[in-house]
């Protein structure tokens, strides 16, 4: 059995924990958090900490914290054992050259009130030896997960596109439902909608599954939908995405 020690309960670390803690082959020994009341409902299944001096000897410190915090955090273990961020775009040479280190990045969003099952999500793995790698993938496997071995300058690829496929549309989202809801429409309006182009997209992909005025051509509605948005901010993002799909595909009509 594999000695874990998590560190980091946002989104990711809490469902890192539902799933670690539910496996035969993961021993999660040690959970930190610089806030302990936020863990403390773990502390019946195991130990919850909030001062990295504290920490015990694991096989894998899995850390799942924010960027900006990764190096800093990082720093302050000082144990043997792998030790892995989480991050998308985080390089692994964020980790002390000095240490076992290495990347185990899901590609997928995660917020703490809804369980996802980690079966089919891909994650990315990165280490500097045979040994770590195996040890990532075994994890991965236990989880039911895809696995990807990728370096560090691809994984940013994934991360920033992953940035427009789930961050900026669910911000569109976002702003659909602001419209719908200060004309008292409910957003279920939508559900179909999303659903159906979602469908689409895994199965023809982004670009035969790209509908809509600005593919067409029609200026008319266009101009009509500008002067609808009363919001500067929105009616500039509209008119850049307008442009940028009339580009595209304006020289395939010729």
Known sequence: MLNLVLIGAGNLGFNFYREFSRSK??????????????????????????????LKQADIY????KDDSIKKIIQKINLKGLIVHTSGFCSIKEIDSKKRRGVFYPVQSFVKSRKISFKNVPICIEAENKKDLYTLDQISNYLGAKTYIINSE???????????????????YSIAQELLD???ISFNIFHSIIRETTEKVLEIGPEKSQTGPAKRGD?????EHEKFLTNKEYKKLYLIITQLIEKKYESRKL
Not at 36 to 54: G, H, W, Y
């Open 154 to 172: 691809q994984r940013k690829v994934v991360h920033l596109a992953a940035v427009f496929v789930n961050n900026f549309s669910n911000h569109l």
């Open 25 to 54: 082959k993961i021993n999660i020994i040690q959970w930190y958090n610089r806030k302990l009341r936020v863990i403390k409902f773990a502390q019946k299944n195991t130990s919850i900490i909030d001062d990295l001096k504290n």
């Open 219 to 223: 200026k008319k509605t266009i101009e």
């Open 182 to 184: 200060s004309n008292k």
């Open 62 to 65: 899995i850390v799942c914290i």
